[in-house]
């Protein structure tokens, strides 16, 4: 009986209904899908095409093998049901991966199709578990974890939460759920289980490399790389809740111009509009913006508007975005999706006809005022109950490839900007999903609380955004909600913040700080209320000078970091980087959650305890390292108690290196 064949270099698998195709798909890697009396398709994810290879196949009656560079898949038929078993090893012989046996009696599948009405699956791929492997990657999630072994995931979007189904494994592997449904994931101590809701087939990548930078260059040349960081995002950016006018923009401006502190960029934030959805200026509050945007480029500011994909059922283009088919939409009942200022729905960031529409409107109203950047908000995006079942997009239902919402959002304004001529694109976003790196996607945690624990949560945040192929990330410095901007513990949450924001992809200041003022337009309509001061000279005089302090830190690394962008933009290198990525032979770096490399040179050891002065920071071995606040040199391979007063933090310096910043920290 024939069960396997080769057919173009691929392996072919056909027996009782299902059909298993394995390709190679870039240098040691194999591309993985199966389907249900169907046919294979590309579907709806992630990677990317790639330059043909010809992998070694042997094929005998109830076993075959396809091998491409460091990777080799071995297949076996086997059992009373016949089934077919998958395992993966690296070029030495060791085992990587491998799914579970049908279990005799118990009748298990590694590759179970449940159906479902109208023609879908719902798909559960199970896995062996290792013993002592551990697993890092799969984007943010809200928790201050490094080795998510024992996790369950869920893989859906939510504020703060952006699901990159890339994991990587200190065994020697990258893998990528290439499936964009709604679904979990549990990374338990007996198996691993991958589940979509609804799905017409499994597709998953997987590669092998001796080092945890092979894995990631592998991941990035299949699933696209970041473009290079623009010059004005190397250096800080200012934000709010939020500047509600043109003149209050202009004020901030010009006062860090006349206090001699850098600034790149200038954001405004939401509800500068009349209606969502308008995607224009409130001619109330911004009555001439070009003048206003002209201003800030003579200052050398960057100007960032907020987009969010939201129309209010009032909106201006509401009835033509509805008959022309470009929203969202709801399975049954009215058709809400957000309540928030009033009704609204989305607009459908799948549909190519819908990216065309917006982008009309924001270049129109933006971007032929020379507005060069934007804050894509709300891109999960936010439904008000997150109930997935209930919408529907363009390209399918939202339970089948929802994930995918977030790139398409970046991809409209990227595609747009492109073919407008802009050569540099960055657009900060609320989310992502594989491949939103390539579409010029700037992520930022999202709405985390002001607290000392949610700030130790996103170093992790970081950390697992970079291993997931999402280099450039950031977080709202001094976090987003219930910020006290007189209260001096809050005060020092942000300045502590502050010096790790200097040493993110990119440094942005931001925050719903207290107490707000109600604002009221000339109609008599309560608008949405503007924050409390959220500028460097706004929390005390104690304050004051150690963040300008660590601005001027941040405008001395910018030759470092733009070297950094390069790193990203070639080879897909995260710029937070794990400890493991640059020691992955120190058996310790595998386990530190709250100490990360900023590129290869610089070691940072944030102080995210309250009150805290001082803190144990290990060094990896296999370098020396030099203390930037005192320049003192310490051997590697130890931990060291390390005094950190208010107005520095643990910076070392790999060898020495980038010595221009010592007794400057």
């Given at each position: 009986?024939?069960?396997f064949?080769?057919?173009?270099g691929e ?8 059909t298993?195709?394995i390709?190679?798909?870039?240098e ?10 169907g046919d294979?398709?590309e ?9 043909k290879?010809?992998?070694k ?9 396809i091998?491409?560079g ?5 297949l ?5 049901k ?7 090893y690296n070029?030495?012989?060791?085992l990587?991966?491998q ?5 005799g009696?118990l009748s ?5 199709f449940?159906a ?9 791929v ?6 002592g492997e551990?697993l ?22 939510r504020?703060?939460?952006a699901?990159?189904p890339f994991?990587?494994?200190?065994k020697?592997?990258?893998?990528l ?5 709604i679904?979990?994931v ?10 979509a ?7 998953y990548?997987?590669?092998a ?7 990631e ?12 960081m ?6 800080f ?5 939020r ?6 923009v202009?004020q901030v ?10 600034i ?5 934030d939401?509800y ?11 001619e109330?509050?911004?009555p001439?913006?070009k ?21 209010d ?36 960031a799948?549909?190519?006809r819908?990216r ?8 129109q109203?933006?971007a ?16 008000t ?6 919408y529907?997009?363009?390209a399918g ?6 994930n995918?919402?977030?790139r398409?959002y970046?991809?409209l304004?990227?595609?747009?900007q492109?073919?407008?001529g802009?050569k540099?694109?960055?657009n ?5 999903w ?6 010029g996607?700037l ?8 607290t ?8 992790c945040?970081?950390?697992h ?5 999402i ?5 709202d410095?001094?976090?987003f909600?219930?910020g ?19 040493f993110?992809?990119?440094?942005r ?7 707000g003022?109600t604002?009221?337009?000339k ?21 004051y000078?150690?963040l ?24 897909g ?5 794990a400890?493991?990525y ?5 058996a310790?770096c595998?386990?530190?959650?709250d ?8 070691l ?16 990896p071995?296999?370098?020396?390292w030099?203390?930037a606040?005192?320049?003192?040199s310490?051997?590697?391979g130890?931990?060291y108690?390390?005094?950190a007063p208010i ?7 790999r ?5 221009y910043l010592?007794?400057?920290?």
């Amino acid at each position: 009986m024939k069960y396997f064949e080769e057919v173009n270099g691929e392996l072919l698998v056909r027996l009782d209904g299902e059909t298993v195709l394995i390709s190679p798909w870039g240098e040691n890697s194999l591309r993985v899908r199966s389907t249900i009396l169907g046919d294979i398709t590309e579907a709806q994810g992630a990677l990317l095409a790639v330059d043909k290879v010809s992998p070694k196949l042997c094929i005998e009656e109830t076993s075959a093998t396809i091998e491409n560079g460091r990777i080799k898949a071995v297949l076996k038929v086997y059992g009373w049901k016949k089934t077919v078993q998958i395992s993966f090893y690296n070029q030495k012989g060791e085992l990587l991966l491998q799914e579970i046996s049908n279990g005799g009696a118990l009748s298990l599948q590694a590759r179970f199709f449940k159906a479902l009405a109208g023609g879908s699956y719902r798909l559960k791929v199970t896995f062996e578990a290792q013993e002592g492997e551990k697993l890092y990657g799969m984007g943010q999630y809200q928790q201050e974890i490094m080795d998510l072994k024992g996790c369950n995931l869920e893989l859906a979007h939510r504020n703060s939460q952006a699901s990159v189904p890339f994991l990587l494994s200190n065994k020697g592997y990258g893998f990528l759920w290439n499936n964009p449904s709604i679904g979990e994931v549990h990374f338990g101590s007996n198996t691993t289980e991958w589940i979509a809701e609804s799905t017409k087939q499994l597709d998953y990548w997987i590669t092998a490399g001796d080092t945890p930078a092979q894995i990631e260059e592998a991941y990035a040349s299949v699933t696209g790389k970041t473009p290079m960081m623009p010059e004005y995002g190397l250096g800080f950016w200012q934000c709010k809740l939020r500047y509600f006018n043109q003149e209050q923009v202009l004020q901030v401006a010009r006062e860090y111009k006349r206090r001699n502190i850098p600034i790149d960029v200038i954001v405004i934030d939401y509800y500068h509009w009349p209606r969502c959805g308008d995607w224009r200026f409130d001619e109330e509050y911004f009555p001439n913006p070009k003048a206003m945007v002209d201003e800030l480029h003579e200052m050398g500011i960057e100007t960032m508007v907020s987009i969010w994909p939201q129309v209010d059922w009032r909106s201006e283009n509401y009835e033509e975005m509805k008959q022309q088919g470009l929203l969202v939409k709801i399975n049954s009942g009215i058709d809400v999706q957000m309540l928030f200022h009033g009704n609204n729905v989305f607009m459908d960031a799948t549909n190519p006809r819908t990216r065309k529409y917006v982008w009309e409107k924001c270049k129109q109203n933006y971007a032929n005022l020379g507005i060069h950047t934007f804050w894509l908000d709300e891109a999960e995006p936010e439904f008000t109950n997150y109930d997935y079942e209930n919408y529907r997009y363009h390209a399918g239902t939202v339970m089948e490839i929802g994930n995918i919402y977030p790139r398409e959002y970046a991809r409209l304004f990227y595609d747009g900007q492109q073919e407008s001529g802009q050569k540099e694109i960055v657009n900060l976003i609320r989310c992502a999903w594989a491949g939103s790196q390539r579409y010029g996607a700037l992520v930022w945690s999202g709405d985390i609380m002001s607290t000392y624990e949610d700030f130790r949560k996103q170093i992790c945040a970081g950390i697992h955004m970079g291993l997931a192929g999402i280099p450039w990330w950031t977080t709202d410095i001094g976090g987003f909600h219930a910020g006290v901007t007189e209260d001096e513990d809050f005060r020092e949450l942000l300045v502590r913040w502050f010096q790790f924001g200097t040493f993110c992809p990119v440094m942005r200041i931001h925050g719903c700080r207290q107490p707000g003022q109600t604002i009221i337009n000339k109609a008599g309509e309560v608008r949405e209320w503007t924050g409390a001061d959220n500028e460097v000279w706004s929390f005390g005089e104690k304050a004051y000078p150690i963040l300008v302090k660590f601005i001027q830190i941040r405008e001395m690394m910018r030759d470092y970091t733009r070297s950094l962008m390069q790193e990203a933009h070639e080879k897909g290198a995260p710029i937070i980087r794990a400890l493991f990525y640059e020691f992955p032979k120190d058996a310790q770096c595998w386990d530190i959650k709250d100490t990360y490399m900023y590129g290869s040179d610089i070691l940072v050891a944030p102080i995210c305890h309250e009150h805290q002065t001082s803190r144990s920071v290990y060094l990896p071995k296999g370098a020396s390292w030099v203390n930037a606040h005192t320049g003192e040199s310490y051997e590697g391979g130890h931990c060291y108690e390390i005094d950190a007063p208010i107005d520095t933090l643990p910076i070392f310096l790999r060898d020495g290196k980038q010595e221009y910043l010592i007794h400057k920290i």
